[in-house]
Structures are given as C-alpha cells and as structure tokens.
C-alpha cells in the first residue's frame, strides 16, 4: 500500500508526526465482525515521522 502526499517542510519541524487513520469498506452483503467475539472492526493508522523523509531533508530539519 502507498500513500502519496505532500507537506512543506517548513510545517514539520525535530519533532513532528503524523498518523492516519483509516478502515476498510465492506463489501455488499458482508458486515462487520461479531464485536462480542472480535471486539469489532480493526483500527488501522498510516504513522509518518522525521525517518520517513529522505536523507537530505532529514539534515535539513535536524540543524
């Protein structure tokens, strides 16, 4: 799975993260887990950090 997206980076800073949550749609006629078995449907996050940027940019926001 990929996620393209973009920031500039003088919104990020050391320290930034970000996460995004997503879930999954249902297919027609299918529902979802019995949540007294499963405990409902899966929570399911994208995390994004200063280690996700390339190199370059990682200097960049380190100084």
């Not at 019995?34 to 100084?63: C, F, H, T």
Request: proline letters at 8%; glycine letters at 4%.
């Amino acid at each position: 799975m990929a996620v393209l997206f973009s920031i500039p980076t003088n919104h990020l800073s050391k320290e930034w993260h970000i996460e995004i949550p997503f879930s999954f749609k249902e297919a027609p006629g299918h529902c979802c887990r019995d949540s007294n078995e499963w405990e409902g449907q899966p929570e399911l996050n994208l995390s994004y950090s200063l280690e996700d940027l390339p190199d370059r940019i990682q200097v960049a926001l380190k100084k």
